[in-house]
């Protein structure tokens, strides 16, 4: 997995969101809206929440790591482009 053209908006709310990313994977899909949460436990960690979508009572995931391998993958490539800005 070839993570690019990753874009980051940093921001701080009292409930911990602290930006959304966006990227592109391996060139051609592109990935937007995932919210940035300060983990409270670790200050320099973050955790990553994806869109979902909301229909008559019920919750949608639009898309999301299919492993906690690649999750953290994605999450540490994250954690230091977001550190780096």
């Known amino acids: 997995m070839k993570i690019t053209?990753?874009?980051i908006k940093k921001f701080?709310?009292?409930n911990g969101l602290i930006g959304f990313c966006s990227f592109v994977v391996d060139g051609w899909l592109y990935v937007g809206n995932?919210?940035?949460?300060s983990r409270?436990?670790?200050?320099?960690?973050v955790r990553l929440v994806f869109p979902e979508k909301k229909a008559n009572e019920k919750v949608f995931k639009l898309f999301?790591?299919?492993n906690a391998e690649r999750y953290f993958e994605l999450e540490?490539?994250?954690r230091d482009k977001f550190h780096n800005i």
């Open 12 to 14: 701080s709310l009292p």
């Open 76 to 78: 540490k490539i994250i």
């Open 5 to 7: 053209k990753i874009k």
């Open 40 to 45: 409270r436990e670790q200050p320099d960690s």
């Open 34 to 37: 995932i919210a940035i949460f």
């Open 64 to 66: 999301h790591p299919l």
